[in-house]
């Protein structure tokens, strides 16, 4: 029996299920870099904030918030603005917040201290799934 072509066959197939093998986790890798596209109302999500028009408004111990515009909000991140802190928290209402639309929050006494508010949206992501997108400080009230 002649064996001498077995060892190149044999060394070609380890090579190649090898690069598979590291190609599969370098893809693994890099895919969680890059961010997950959420959409809503046919682009990304990142353009619908500009268009969110909210009210905040601050009485007693309660955060009301107001949807004035016509992108729905489902939630809220809010902070009370502190010297050398800013820690938020979200609030996600059970369900999207539509035009005139409002909600209450607890949050307790601010202290007199400022506390932004950032709205909160609901989109699409590329698996289907819905997901929720709290727009960036451009689109904060301070109240």
Not at 18 to 47: C, D, H, M
Not at 68 to 81: C, D, F, L, T, W
């Amino acid at each position: 029996m002649n064996k001498k072509g077995l060892s190149p066959v044999i060394a070609s197939v380890l090579l190649v299920a090898l690069v598979l093998v590291l190609a599969t986790i370098i893809y693994l890798w890099a895919r969680a870099f890059i961010p997950e596209t959420v959409e809503k109302f046919g682009s990304t999500i990142e353009n619908s904030c500009p268009n969110v028009v909210f009210d905040a408004t601050y009485s007693g111990d309660y955060l009301r918030v107001q949807n004035k515009g016509n992108v729905p909000i489902q939630g809220i991140r809010y902070a009370i603005e502190e010297p050398g802190s800013l820690a938020y928290n979200d609030y996600m209402g059970p369900a999207p917040i539509v035009a005139d639309g409002t909600f209450n929050i607890e949050i307790g006494d601010t202290g007199g201290k400022h506390v932004r508010v950032i709205p909160i949206l609901l989109g699409k992501a590329s698996t289907g799934e819905l997901k929720a997108f709290a727009c960036d400080e451009s689109v904060k009230t301070t109240i």
